[in-house]
Structure formats: C-alpha cells, structure tokens
C-alpha cells in the first residue's frame, strides 16, 4: 500500500517551512515533514523540494515516519508528545474531504497502530519521557508558574504544569491562541508585555524569544528554556538558568540503553511494515487504491 508514498524531512533551524504543491505538511518546533504518494506528483516534482531536505520513498518514507511519531528522533529519546503532535495534524478536521483525505487517514490509524507496537515493546520503563516530567526537579513544590509561548510545546507541558493546584500564567502574543489555551486549561493569559517579575520560575516554550526579555528573570528561583539550539547562541548569564541541554541530562535513561535499542528499533518497525504490506497484496478485495487526482 505504502510503495508509493514519499516523505521529505528536514531538522534544521533555518529550514523551508512553506508549502510545496500536493504534499501534505507537518510542521512542529523540531521539524518538518510533507507526504505524498508518487502517482500524485510530475515527474519534475524533486525540483520543488528544497536542498536541504532528504528524500524517503516507499516503505523507507513509511519506516522513518513511524520512528519519528514513535519519538524515536526526538531530542528527548522516545517522547510521548510527537504522536499526540501527529494525532492533531492529521485529523479529519486539518484534512481536506476527498480521496486524499481517505488515503492520509489510513496512513494515520496504522502508523500510530504500528507506534504504539513500538512504544510498548522497546520504550517501556527507559525514565520518564515527557517534557513536562524535565520539569519536576525545578518546580516540584512550586505553587505559581510563568510560561512563556502557545505552540504546541505549551499545550503539552500545561496538563503537567497545572496540577498540585499550581496557578500558571500563560504569555503570548496571539490572542485568539491564548483564549483557546485559557478555556481548556482555566489559566490565566496575558500578553509579553504583561509579565512581571518576581521570583516564581519561568518556563521558556517559544522558539522566538528575545535576549533581552530574559534579563528580567534574574530574581527567578528557575528559568528553564526548552529551546534547542540555545547551546549555539548566547546563553544569559543570570542565576538559575537552565538550557534545553542540561534539562536532557535530568533524563532517567542512559544513552548507551538508547543506543543498544536504536537498531532493534529500526528493525522492528521495518518487519512491521513488510508484514502489512504482504496482508494487502494478498487481500483481493480490500481497500481501494488511490486515485490519480490532485488536491
């Protein structure tokens, strides 16, 4: 079923992330992806996909999107938020109606059937592998939070933030993001400009943050800053600031755990998709192939 699928992917901080003609995109913090099927595209179609970007077709494309729903790529080693990620993205709701729409969702059912295969046989018991879990050494007898961003790494830290009756405080600057954030957690919201300082930490869960804006945190008790690539920039010299690298260290597990289970990983999840492709060549009435028609 999946011979003809085709997935560009790309990790980079400075990558393309608008749209190419008949793909699907898939955008989070971390990176980028776009799917197809191969009879969709002209035959000139790798002149529209930006240098940066590998290219992966047929069951590589299938393999290598079910390791990254599987958080198998993820800076944190077998995360749980990448497939709630990939859950909302490829909803009915973000889908458009048609033939398409019937061909991603079957993507989408066996490739989170086929994660979840994977989570449970190898990702089981490694440490605790949310981000909001990197959370806990700092604030873990903390009654009031400041978090600063409304993307999708804000939603999946606010159901950890907002228990032990914590009172978070949610920043950002778009409106109509901050109202949806607010009625689905009873937090309160604010713009940039509203935040005052105090003591209470800061969670940083916005790629664009301002230098300057981190000086006025130098009173917190923890300023934690889960972008990625802070390593490779200036990193403030204000007390009880905390990057995104040496929040990965708090993890449970050992690197040389994670390098031991990477093969099996991939191996597994290569037999997975082998095993369903077989189950369809040999059911003659089964499910339709896809049209020859754009969207």
């Not at 079923?1 to 990790?11: A, G, N, P, T």
């Not at 958080?71 to 080693?77: A, E």
């Not at 713009?191 to 790629?207: E, G, H, L, Q, R």
């Given at each position: ?11 980079e ?13 898939w ?39 079910t390791?990254?729903?599987s ?7 077998g995360e749980?938020e ?24 079957k ?7 086929h ?29 009031r939070?400041?978090l600063?961003?409304t ?17 978070v ?11 949806e954030?607010r009625?689905k ?5 604010g ?26 945190h130098?009173?917190s008790r923890?300023v ?11 990193i ?17 597990n050992?690197?040389?755990?994670i390098l ?10 290569r037999?997975?998709?082998?095993s ?20």
């Open positions: 079923m999946w011979f003809s699928l085709v997935l560009i992917h790309s990790d901080k400075e990558r393309f992330t608008g749209e190419i003609p008949n793909f699907f995109s955008q989070t913090c971390m990176r980028s992806v776009y799917l197809s099927d191969e009879r969709l595209l002209t035959k000139d179609y790798l002149s529209l996909v930006p240098k940066s970007y590998k290219l992966y077709r047929g069951l590589d494309a299938y393999s290598f999107l390791e990254i729903v958080g198998f790529h993820s800076k944190l080693f749980s990448v497939q709630a990620q990939f859950t909302s993205t490829f909803s009915k709701e973000h889908l458009l109606e048609g033939s398409t729409s019937k061909y991603f969702l993507l989408r059912d066996q490739i989170l059937e994660s979840k295969l994977v989570r449970s046989k190898f990702l089981t018991g490694i440490g605790k592998q949310t981000y909001g879990s990197l959370c806990e050494k700092y604030i873990r007898n903390e009654k939070i400041h600063f961003g993307g999708n790494l804000a939603e999946t830290l606010l159901p950890y933030l907002t228990t032990n009756s914590r009172k405080t949610l920043y950002g600057r778009d409106e109509f993001r901050l109202g954030l009625d957690f009873m937090i309160q919201t713009n940039w400009s509203d935040y005052t300082p105090d003591t209470s930490p800061v969670i940083i869960a916005s790629s664009y943050y301002p230098t300057d804006q981190l000086n006025l130098k009173d923890a934690l800053d889960f972008r990625n690539d802070t390593e490779k920039n200036f403030p010299q204000i007390p009880h600031y905390i990057p995104f690298s040496e929040l990965l260290k708090n993890i449970e050992t690197e040389l755990k031991e289970l990477r093969p099996k990983v991939k191996n597994y999840i037999s997975l998709a082998l369903r492709e077989e189950e369809q060549i040999h059911i003659i009435h089964g499910w339709e192939d896809l049209p020859l028609a754009c969207y």
